[in-house]
């Protein structure tokens, strides 16, 4: 079974350094950050905290850690955090960059919309949930864990064998990916008509025998919901630690006003 990691708390901050349109869904930006990252490259889909200013005062508060070294968060930070992936990091100049998938409401969304070269945004940490263990690996997605899974493709141990399913709202949202034997992609464009495309093909892969199986991905609330009850359904033995399927938004709830795993 895979690891788990700790998160790593650095409470930096961003700063804009360019601002680029990828695809119709995708605004891509760069930043530099004023403290060094952590970012262990056993992570799969490791992530950051981003904190974003009070729109009132325009100062962006960090969490303070407790004597025990536990962060305390209160309703007000947790309003203006949300939960975005390393898409590319660079450790020599500690620059990273991030893909934010664009919607029409939205603290982050609006934000990513509006920056310009020198905005910044506040870093609470970085994470690592689960870690690269030799471990067969199925990676599902819909557009908001695209980054996530682009850079953990990217970044595979020799001989990590693992299978994406992304699904994405626009073809040019299909990110091009080297080649690699020890990995096989499968894209699919967001159709009203084939609702249940993504967790069909899932179900439907000639996967290696599912004891071994680490299923991980992001997407959906409901979606979450159907593709944790397919595996099930499909793997009844399947241990509960092996599928880490969560929520990485829900539909109608800002980030915070939902459970990651209902
Ligand atoms: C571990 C993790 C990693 C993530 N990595 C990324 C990433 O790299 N890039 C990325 O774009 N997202 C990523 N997400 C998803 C992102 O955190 C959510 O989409 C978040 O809700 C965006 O915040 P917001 O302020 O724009 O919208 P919120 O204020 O949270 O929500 C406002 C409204 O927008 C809707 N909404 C939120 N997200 C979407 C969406 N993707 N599509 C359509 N409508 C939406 C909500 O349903 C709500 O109605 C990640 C989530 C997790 C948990």
Redesign the pocket.
Known sequence: MAGKSARVIVNALLTVLKVERISQSFLRIYFSSDKHLTVNPLWI?P?LKLLFADPTTGTITFPQLDENNKIVVNDKIRGLA????I?GYDEASNQIF????I?P??????WAQQAKVGDQVGLVGSVGKLEFSGQPLILIGD???V??ICYTLEHLPNNQQVYAFMEVNDRSDIMPLANNSNSQVNWFIRDKTKPNQLVDAVIAADLPPYEDLLFSG?MESSLAQQLRHAIKDKCPDINADAVQI?S????????GEFR?RD
């Open positions: 889909c992530h949300r939960s975005y992936s898409r991030i893909d934010f998938d919607h409401q939205g603290l982050a969304s609006l557009i908001a864990a980054p996530s992001g969560i990485y938004w829900r539909e109608g709830f800002a980030e990651r």
